[in-house]
């Protein structure tokens, strides 16, 4: 069953240990720092909990793989482990890396305030583009990364054209897949070279771990592997087993999260107190066209802004829900809202913030599993309270 080519059926049956442990349904939680050596002549393949080869690391890893359609995957202690440790197996003293612009503010601090102290250099590009990437490739370019949906604003890079130009010019193709998720697109079968997560998110789904994956080329993985292992990133075996757990409900969370997310998208795009909504499944996206063909489904995430874009008034609307939570992450069974000035995008300064588009008064929506018809009433109530109140 694990060679099934239903994404449903991977996420229950791929990498699952056969015979099963003791007979259990379950993979239990290996809660072992060391195992019985077994005649290993390669330092990382002792099994050793901090080398990530326990039962719980590989199955896990097996099955991202089989969800992604790639030839290997590793996991790690969260998403900016996997981030940080994929980019220093790849990069070193004197590389350069070509970047999409608009990126996660963990991302983007890594990049910018960690890289340049080890000696390695970076650019920003434009992922919508790329006849503006040629100017920035320098013959230290080792790699080219972007994000499949962009956090914060949802922009969709040109796919494509990331692959087509890292191949052309020898380097790393690097995309963080963590918004669309493997049910929405999965970049081995378009050519990326490596695919990153924060699990913490929709492959965990629960809002109780934090926890990172890299999926890709086998060489590529293990030399991740090799580095990850000397840094130390390593995922708890407690943590391995409740995204175990999550990874089973991926394809029902997000399917649904997927529909809810479109309504609700049409229906802020559509009310008077909604200045613009960014979210790829609508036509008015600039990737409609672009995320309609290559993905199969819009995801979970947009984002928006109220007419004003006062950060007072946008503040004063999210007190008023009543069932979205306003705090930092998503991809969670509950709905998240905040505002990516004050959570994500904090450690990057309001002038790069507003390089890159992202006001104070901007709103990040992760859609739970929570009735559609629910959402959009409280929505509803909080807009109609922030409009009917009076200025004073």
């Known amino acids: 069953m694990s060679s099934s080519k239903h994404m449903e059926t991977k996420l229950i049956h791929a990498g699952e240990l056969r015979p099963r442990v003791g007979g259990a349904v379950n993979l ?13 002549d390669d330092y990382h393949d002792i099994r050793y909990i901090r ?4 039962p719980n690391h590989n199955v896990l890893g097996e099955k991202l793989a089989a969800i992604e359609n790639a030839e290997a995957g590793l996991v790690a202690a969260s998403g900016m482990a996997i981030i940080s440790t994929t980019m220093l197996s790849i990069l ?43 100017k920035k490739i320098r013959k230290q370019t080792k790699a080219i990364y972007v994000e ?25 193709s690097i995309i963080d897949n963590t918004f669309a998720s493997p049910i929405n697109f999965r970049p081995a079968e378009h050519g990326f070279d490596l695919s990153l997560h924060s699990c913490t998110k929709y492959l965990n789904g629960h ?3 934090v926890a990172g994956a890299c999926i890709g080329k086998a060489a590529l993985v293990k030399d991740v592997k090799r580095k990850l292992n000397h840094l130390g990133g390593t995922m708890d075996p407690h943590a391995a087993f409740l995204l175990h757990r999550g990874l089973k409900t991926l394809a029902l969370r997000v399917k649904y999260q997927n529909e809810s997310a479109k309504k609700i998208a049409h229906y802020l795009q559509k009310h008077s107190e909604i200045d613009r909504v960014n979210y790829p ?3 008015t996206h600039p990737a409609y066209a672009s995320a309609e063909k290559l993905f199969d489904g819009f995801g979970g995430m947009l984002s928006f802004e109220l007419k004003g874009e006062d950060a007072d008034k946008t503040d004063e609307f999210l007190k008023a829900l009543q069932l979205p939570i306003c705090a930092p992450s998503l991809g969670g069974v509950e709905s998240l809202i905040t505002r990516p000035a004050t959570t994500s995008h904090l450690g990057l300064s309001r002038e790069d913030r507003k390089k890159i588009g992202i006001s104070d008064s901007l709103v990040r929506f992760s859609t739970g599993i929570e009735a559609t018809e629910d959402l959009i009433e409280d929505f509803d109530q909080a807009l109609k309270k922030i409009s009917s109140k009076v200025v004073r």
């Open 148 to 172: 499949t949906i962009a956090n914060p604003l949802m922009d969709v890079p040109e796919l494509l054209a990331v692959v087509d130009f890292a191949r052309s010019h020898k380097i790393v």
């Open 92 to 134: 070193h003293k004197g590389d350069h890396i070509l970047l999409q612009d608009c990126l996660y503010g963990g991302t983007h601090d890594f990049v910018t305030k960690d890289l340049p102290s080890l000696g390695i250099e970076y650019d920003f590009i434009d992922g919508s583009d790329p006849s503006s990437w040629e």
């Open 207 to 209: 809002s109780d771990i």
């Open 51 to 54: 080398l990530n080869n326990t």
């Open 281 to 283: 499944g609508l036509a």
């Open 28 to 40: 239990p939680i290996f809660q072992s720092a060391t195992f019985e050596y077994g005649g290993e």
